[in-house]
């Protein structure tokens, strides 16, 4: 004999009863069920009815087997192919439903609504939706299918570029907006209008000399039209990088590194009038640009030291013998002038005398003082 088998369903709780597979009812809350297997498969579900949303392979076996029961558990929610739907439980946001949707929800405490949006007239939510959807946020509680709406929340000193299926269609200024994701693809990408740095950095380029150079070179630049930026070019900051790239090529490739070295400025003054003649049109504008490093290999780190080197030491040599010349100059002038000049003469051969007397200890005058005056130092020449 087969053993009976009873289950109590408590309050907010609802069942279903298969027997081989064939739904045969529906168990209201607050019951108690029995049965014996008598070679059937049975099957008795379980659901709360808190966590509405009824299976759809259970729904299906719902509207098929037990319609007349339907109306007295469930509510049927459909979408149309060109609407959303926006599930409400006691005038609270729970649920986006996508576009030819078709659902049964358990009837439960929570009064339950739904409100279709039809996308073919706009694709952009009000101000009240965008706060319906923020909200459940605040209070960490998710809207079920949220991820079918797009928030753009552009902040201070930007700009949104809102594309919708590839086409751009309006700059969005800084605030909140959403969108609708159904049936078409929607896109914003964020700017900050503000001026910017770009660095250009490890640009290996060989000088017109074959000298290989490491360039690192930074730009301040900002968006004059966004608008046209992006009309013209998919990535506007990768134009300009690649243009900074170029310019950096036409300043160093053309010219020897003498040439570089000479003219500190040479690569700034070319990659700036390259930059402003190949985007001119393109909604950029570069504030000021200049190159930040310079890096040799090391082979022409040491060729470059030694010609600084023997640069240096030729000037010191040309140094010293422009000296040494203007000596022997002031001597010969000096000469003249003691040749006729015999008091001129004296007075060198007085201050001769002490100088030598600065670097004796001890003198011994035999003579008299006319002897060391006149026979000690003696420059002038003598009489033929």
Not at 177 to 195: G, H, P
Not at 242 to 253: M, N, P, V, Y
Not at 269 to 297: A, C, F, N, W
């Amino acid at each position: 004999m087969e053993k009976l088998v009873l289950h109590h369903f408590i309050h907010e709780q609802i069942g279903t009863l298969f027997v081989d597979n064939q739904l045969i009812q529906i168990i209201a809350p607050e019951s108690i069920v029995g049965y014996c297997q008598f070679k059937h498969t049975i099957v008795l579900g379980k659901f709360n009815l808190r966590d509405n949303r009824i299976d759809d392979r259970i729904a299906d076996a719902i509207e098929q087997r037990t319609p007349q029961q339907l109306s007295q558990y469930c509510i049927a929610m459909e979408v149309g192919a060109n609407q959303a739907g926006l599930r409400y439980e006691n005038d609270l946001l729970v649920e986006i439903l996508s576009p030819g949707t078709k659902r049964l929800y358990w009837q439960n405490s929570h009064k339950q609504h739904m409100v279709t949006v039809d996308l073919n007239q706009r694709y952009t939510l009000s101000d009240e939706m965008v706060q319906q959807l923020l909200q459940p946020k605040l209070r960490q509680k998710e809207v079920l299918g949220d991820n079918s709406v797009l928030i753009a929340q552009v902040p201070a000193y930007h700009v949104g570029v809102l594309k919708v299926n590839g086409k751009i269609e309006q700059l969005l200024k800084a605030s909140i907006t959403a969108y609708w994701l159904f049936n078409r693809e929607i896109s914003v990408d964020m700017v900050d209008t503000r001026l910017q740095a770009l660095e250009v950095a490890g640009q290996e380029i060989l000088t017109k000399d074959k000298v290989n150079l490491r360039v690192n070179l930074v730009a301040n630049w900002h968006y004059t039209d966004v608008l046209t930026a992006f009309e013209k070019t998919a990535q506007p900051v990768d134009l300009l990088y690649r243009e900074l790239q170029f310019g950096l090529r036409e300043a160093i490739g053309m010219r020897t590194l003498d040439e570089l070295l000479e003219n500190k400025n040479i690569i700034d003054e070319v990659v700036t009038q390259h930059i402003k003649m190949r985007l001119d049109g393109y909604g950029l504008q570069t504030v000021s640009l200049g190159v930040k490093d310079i890096i040799l290999p090391g082979d022409m780190k040491a060729i470059l030291s030694q010609v600084v080197e023997a640069e240096k030491v030729a000037q010191a040599n040309v140094i010293r013998r422009r000296e040494e010349t203007s000596a022997t100059r002031s001597l010969l002038n000096t000469a003249k002038v003691m040749e006729n000049n015999p008091v001129a003469l004296r007075l060198k051969e007085m201050e001769t005398l002490e100088r030598i007397a600065e670097r004796i200890d001890k003198i011994s005058v035999v003579g008299g003082l006319d002897q060391v005056l006149h026979g000690l130092v003696n420059i002038q020449p003598k009489s033929a």
